[in-house]
């Protein structure tokens, strides 16, 4: 979370200071990772490009940017998006608006800001686009560059089988920040919340009644008067990196820090999250404190330690 929002907020102040920026031309961010210029036209490759984002992938390299509008000190109307298979040495792109909205059903509508990151799998590029410090857009396309949906939220970790993890976006200015992990399981188009679950594992819980004392020891007055929701199930929390999978994708381990960014002085506590059956429709949750596990393991990083949760 702290990670996205110091990016976001660079992108947005940068957006406002574009003389000072050194933008490249298409053609230097192409050669700069040693990609083939050729069959791209010559007009384009001389293009200043901005707020943009790249793979290169053995098997892909994959650009998306909006052209330097100088005229405008903002973004262009249209995202820009260029791949280069290196196995068969050809080019393929598309040029989508930036705000497209529809009222047909299967037909994806969306606000794209800057390209923050792209990924692909056997199927689908994912490009992860700012909206704002606390939400984002992942735009699906085909590998023919064919739109599918958009997801809200930012890009975690691709798994193994077409699993994308990613954390759900909130509402920058509410009062709190909750934190979900969503899974977008590409073989079943499967969105659906991971974690947190119902029912909640003992120590969540223990958490919820802990926030609900210190909310009521505030009274209604204080929250009307703050426009807080006074939900002690909706505290704040955060999920940071390192996030560990298992080798099919069926189990994740990572560290949840509850009691982040809420208006209300709550404890901040550190757990380890697993889950496992990932592929099910139930997928089951472990919770244990990290400091815990950390006086089991002295000098264990916590990578280690979430490694030796997904082994059990």
Same mark, same amino acid.
């Given at each position: 979370?702290?990670?996205?929002?110091?990016?976001?907020?660079?992108?947005?102040?940068?957006?406002? #200071?574009?003389? #000072?920026?050194?933008?490249?031309?298409?053609?230097?961010?192409?050669?700069?990772?040693?990609?083939?210029?050729? &069959?791209?036209?010559?007009?384009?490759?001389?293009?200043?490009?901005? +707020?943009?984002?790249?793979?290169?992938?053995?098997?892909?390299?994959?650009?998306?940017?909006?052209?330097?509008?100088?005229?405008?000190? $903002?973004?262009?109307? +249209?995202?820009?998006?260029?791949?280069?298979?290196?196995?068969?040495?050809?080019?393929?792109?598309?040029?989508?608006?930036?705000?497209?909205?529809?009222?047909?059903?299967? $037909?994806?509508?969306?606000?794209?800001? +800057?390209?923050?990151?792209?990924?692909?799998?056997?199927?689908?590029?994912?490009?992860?686009?700012?909206?704002?410090?606390?939400?984002?857009?992942?735009?699906?396309?085909?590998?023919?560059?064919?739109?599918?949906?958009?997801?809200? &939220?930012?890009?975690?970790?691709?798994?193994?089988?077409?699993?994308?993890?990613?954390?759900?976006?909130?509402?920058?200015?509410?009062?709190?920040?909750?934190?979900?992990?969503?899974?977008?399981?590409?073989?079943?188009?499967?969105?659906? $919340?991971?974690?947190?679950?119902?029912?909640?594992?003992?120590?969540?819980?223990?958490?919820?009644?802990?926030?609900?004392?210190?909310?009521?020891?505030?009274?209604?007055?204080?929250?009307?008067?703050?426009?807080?929701? #006074?939900?002690?199930? @909706?505290?704040?929390? +955060?999920?940071?990196?390192?996030?560990?999978?298992?080798?099919?994708?069926?189990?994740?381990?990572?560290?949840?820090?509850?009691?982040?960014?809420?208006?209300?002085?709550?404890?901040?506590?550190?757990?380890?999250?697993?889950?496992?059956?990932?592929?099910?429709?139930?997928?089951?949750?472990?919770? @244990?404190?990290?400091?815990?596990? @950390?006086?089991?393991?002295?000098?264990?990083?916590?990578?280690?330690?979430?490694?030796? @949760?997904?082994?059990?």
């Amino acid at each position: 979370m702290k990670t996205r929002i110091g990016l976001s907020l660079f992108i947005g102040c940068v957006l406002t #200071m574009t003389a #000072m920026a050194q933008w490249p031309k298409l053609r230097e961010e192409l050669q700069k990772h040693a990609i083939d210029t050729r &069959g791209v036209s010559g007009d384009e490759l001389d293009r200043t490009i901005t +707020s943009y984002g790249v793979e290169n992938a053995d098997d892909l390299f994959i650009i998306g940017y909006f052209r330097l509008a100088t005229d405008k000190n $903002v973004l262009d109307d +249209s995202v820009r998006i260029l791949v280069f298979d290196k196995r068969l040495a050809r080019w393929s792109d598309t040029v989508m608006p930036r705000d497209r909205q529809s009222t047909v059903e299967g $037909v994806a509508s969306w606000s794209l800001g +800057s390209v923050l990151e792209i990924r692909h799998s056997s199927r689908y590029l994912y490009l992860d686009t700012h909206l704002s410090p606390s939400a984002g857009i992942i735009l699906l396309l085909t590998r023919e560059l064919q739109p599918v949906t958009t997801l809200f &939220g930012w890009t975690l970790r691709l798994l193994p089988g077409g699993r994308l993890l990613y954390h759900r976006g909130m509402v920058h200015f509410a009062p709190t920040h909750p934190a979900e992990v969503w899974i977008f399981d590409e073989r079943a188009t499967r969105d659906t $919340v991971l974690y947190p679950r119902k029912p909640y594992e003992p120590i969540r819980r223990a958490y919820i009644d802990t926030v609900r004392t210190i909310y009521e020891r505030l009274g209604e007055d204080w929250f009307m008067k703050n426009n807080h929701h #006074m939900d002690p199930e @909706q505290f704040g929390s +955060s999920v940071n990196e390192p996030i560990v999978a298992s080798d099919d994708g069926n189990a994740i381990a990572f560290v949840a820090h509850f009691g982040v960014g809420d208006r209300v002085e709550t404890p901040v506590w550190e757990v380890v999250i697993v889950m496992t059956g990932i592929d099910s429709p139930e997928p089951r949750c472990r919770e @244990q404190r990290l400091s815990d596990l @950390q006086q089991l393991h002295p000098g264990w990083s916590i990578e280690q330690i979430l490694r030796e @949760q997904i082994g059990k």
